[in-house]
């Protein structure tokens, strides 16, 4: 008997679901977008570094996973490697630890003198503030949309159908689940996946589930088009909440440390691609100030996007007990889509279970606003997860 599927959201994170679900016999998946053109979601926006090693060890699994597919597509990811770099005594401290506990993962990780980082990166960096530096050989950096793509061709030559223009406004869980689009058509499903990144708690609604899911805005900005810029490694100063990476001849900076933004729901009616704020002006200034003088820049473009965050920085995956029928993959980035889209095919076929810390319905009972401010306090800290936020 086939089995019904219809994912809700075509980003990186839907589109991979349907990549591993419709390579199964006996699967009819349907993707539901509700941009009749790209997504204006999230992938669109995401600048692309896949860091593989993370303090919670689900998501390193989630992320080395992806790495692997996402090499398979034949364009769209590099395996570039990322540089950490410490700008105090302090910072080399803790990233000498972290160095150390990724290596105990199984990662490659080497010290890199400041005077010995890679050809491509070492201009863009002020020396002078530089401590100590560590590179990660097996981070990559990634093209989402080019991606996606891939993702997507892959889905739909196993079968899968996109259908764009299908704004989603009522779920029926169940035995026999239901989706139905604004047009008045309604997809008939044994599941259905939830997919559709910072537009989470909205869908979860339409079925009444509340997701402790906190969209927030995040600026990250392009200089000018330069021809001595080489692809590279991407970097990250985490004592000062940045990051950076070459897009072929300009350079992208994203910058963490502000004061976070939450982003309510009906402030996404027109994607994840916000105004800029001029608030957010300072913070990029400040952010520049770790680059070589020579690489600082006037932004050619400023993008004030949005993506989601959960109370312990970990995604939601699964099913959800209180909706039968509906399974959730949101708070999913680039950096572990296809690996999250693994575990939801293992978990929807029987194979393995989803791993405990991603259980959808891990915040049930606790107080939504002690939910957001937790969200909001890991803002700066994104690449850590706070176990004790879900105890």
């Known amino acids: 008997m086939t089995r019904q599927i219809v994912i809700v959201g075509a980003g990186v994170v839907g589109t991979a679901v349907a990549a591993e679900l419709a390579v199964l016999d006996g699967f009819e998946v349907t993707v539901l977008e509700r941009e009749s053109g790209a997504p204006r979601g999230s992938t669109s926006l995401a600048p692309g570094l896949v860091g593989i090693y993370n303090e919670a060890e689900i998501l390193t699994t989630l992320a080395r996973e992806s790495a692997e597919v996402y090499s398979t597509l034949g364009a769209g990811f590099a395996r570039s490697g990322g540089i950490e770099i410490a700008t105090s005594t302090d910072s080399a401290h803790e990233l000498a630890q972290r160095a150390e506990h990724a290596r105990a993962a199984g990662l490659l990780v080497t010290e890199t003198a400041p005077g010995g980082l890679p050809a491509s990166v070492a201009g863009m960096v002020n020396a002078d503030h530089v401590v100590a530096a560590w590179y990660y050989e097996l981070d990559g950096t990634a093209a989402p949309a080019v991606i996606t793509a891939g993702l997507r061709r892959r889905a739909e030559d196993s079968g899968a159908r996109f259908v764009g223009g299908a704004d989603v406004v009522g779920i029926t869980s169940g035995t026999r689940a239901s989706v139905r689009t604004r047009d008045g058509q309604t997809w008939a499903a044994d599941e259905i996946v939830l997919a559709a990144g910072v537009w989470g708690p909205t869908l979860a609604g339409l079925v009444g589930i509340e997701l402790p899911l906190v969209p927030l805005a995040h600026p990250y900005v392009y200089g000018p088009r330069r021809p001595d810029l080489h692809d590279g490694p991407f970097l ?139 969200a909001l306090r890991l803002y700066q800290d994104i690449y850590a997860n706070d176990s004790s936020a879900s105890s």
Do not use: C
């Not at 910058?255 to 933004?261: E, M, R």
């Open 236 to 374: 990250r100063w985490p004592e000062n909440h940045i990051y950076g990476r070459v897009h072929g001849d300009r350079i992208g900076l994203g910058t963490y440390d502000h004061v976070p933004v939450p982003v309510e729901q009906d402030g996404l009616d027109q994607g994840t691609g916000l105004a800029w704020s001029a608030d957010l002006t300072p913070m990029v200034d400040k952010a520049q100030l770790l680059l070589d003088p020579a690489f600082r820049f006037e932004p050619e473009e400023r993008v004030n996007g949005v993506f989601a965050v959960t109370p312990d920085n970990l995604p939601f995956l699964g099913p959800h007990p209180e909706a039968s029928g509906v399974w959730i993959a949101q708070a999913i980035w680039v950096t572990h889509a296809a690996g999250a889209a693994r575990a939801l095919r293992s978990a929807l076929t029987g194979t393995e279970p989803l791993p405990a810390p991603l259980a959808v319905d891990r915040f049930a009972g606790r107080d939504r606003q002690d939910l957001t401010s937790e």
